[in-house]
């Protein structure tokens, strides 16, 4: 006969895995998915189902990774005072993001921006059916005009201000020149040029109302991170800071790791 403290643990234990289970299923996911796209060949196409849409990727794990961020943890979870609100999705991947938002609010007007190849052409695929969507192949910057551009075709290309083996010359659009109107959300996810970006826009960010920026940055350089609070706090936003990513699980002690980044935030920005 099972005891009194066997019911107990099978009940913790059943009510643990349906809370877990009604987690992934938000995202599509289950076990054996997680394990499919864990060991997915890189660099393959394939599709994911996702709440009745093919979802086009070339990399398991950062789907997983995004799915689980947007779908899951539901960061870009918001609420407006309209129905149709104006959305600028700056680093928009292969469009997760996007579609989240548009599944939220089906009558938001986005424009997405993506200067990787391999990303845009998946962004492309993800997007063609959404109505008042507009998805441009450039860099997010302070200048119109071109740049170098590392196109890793995953989370991690980015804006080069040095030489690297997979940099390109691409077309950089100027932000500022997007912020002429009234933004109901500003999503920033451009790896390390946020600072300059957001410097360049100081005196447009009241036009914003909710920012999102998700900040890469060095110990050596920890002046920008005061200066993006600082023009927070003139343009009347309140915000709450969440680690990115752990990037020293023992900070006292960082012995030799060499991460990409020092500090990876997710910067929630609102008004009252």
Same mark, same amino acid.
């Given at each position: 006969?099972?005891? @009194? ?6 009940? %913790? ?16 996911? &289950? ?5 499919? $796209?864990?060991?997915?060949?890189? =660099?393959?196409?394939? +599709?994911?189902? @996702? ?18 961020? /947007?779908? +899951? !943890? ?14 600028? !999705?700056?680093?928009?991947?292969? =469009? ?11 009558? #938001?007007? +986005?424009? =997405?921006?993506?200067?990787?190849? %391999? ?12 109505? &008042?969507?507009? /998805? ?13 551009? #590392? ?12 030489? %690297?083996?997979? #940099?390109?010359? /691409? ?8 912020? +002429? ?10 790896? =390390?040029?946020?600072?300059?970006? @957001? ?5 447009? $960010? ?26 927070? &706090? ?6 709450? /800071?969440?680690?990115? %990513? ?13 991460? #990409? ?12």
């Amino acid at each position: 006969m099972p005891t @009194l403290l066997s019911k107990l643990l099978t009940d %913790a234990e059943n009510k643990w895995k349906s809370i877990l289970n009604k987690d992934l299923r938000k995202a599509g996911l &289950n076990w054996f998915k997680i394990r499919a $796209l864990k060991y997915s060949p890189e =660099g393959k196409e394939a +599709i994911f189902e @996702l709440r009745g849409r093919k979802i086009h990727f070339k990399n398991g794990s950062e789907l997983l990774y995004s799915l689980k961020e /947007i779908y +899951i !943890d539901e960061i870009y979870k918001i609420s407006f005072d309209t129905s149709s609100p104006y959305i600028l !999705d700056c680093g928009a991947n292969i =469009g997760l993001s996007l579609l989240y938002l548009k599944e939220l609010f089906p009558s #938001a007007r +986005i424009t =997405g921006f993506e200067p990787d190849d %391999a990303n845009y052409a998946l962004l492309e695929k993800n997007t063609a059916d959404l109505e &008042n969507v507009t /998805i441009l192949k450039k860099a997010v910057w302070k200048e119109n005009g071109t740049i170098q551009f #590392a196109n890793e075709g995953s989370l991690s290309s980015k804006i080069v201000t040095t030489g %690297a083996s997979s #940099a390109t010359l /691409i077309p950089s659009i100027r932000l500022r020149d997007y912020l +002429i109107e009234s933004v109901d959300f500003l999503k920033l996810d451009i790896e =390390g040029a946020e600072y300059e970006v @957001l410097k360049d826009c100081a005196d447009k $960010l009241s036009l914003v109302k909710n920012l999102f920026i998700e900040y890469h940055g060095y110990f050596k350089n920890l002046h920008e991170l005061n200066e993006i609070f600082d023009l927070l &706090n003139k343009n009347n936003f309140y915000y709450y /800071i969440k680690e990115a %990513a752990e990037t020293y699980p023992t900070p006292f002690l960082r012995q030799d790791e060499k991460p #990409a980044y020092d500090i990876q935030l997710n910067i929630f920005c609102f008004k009252n």
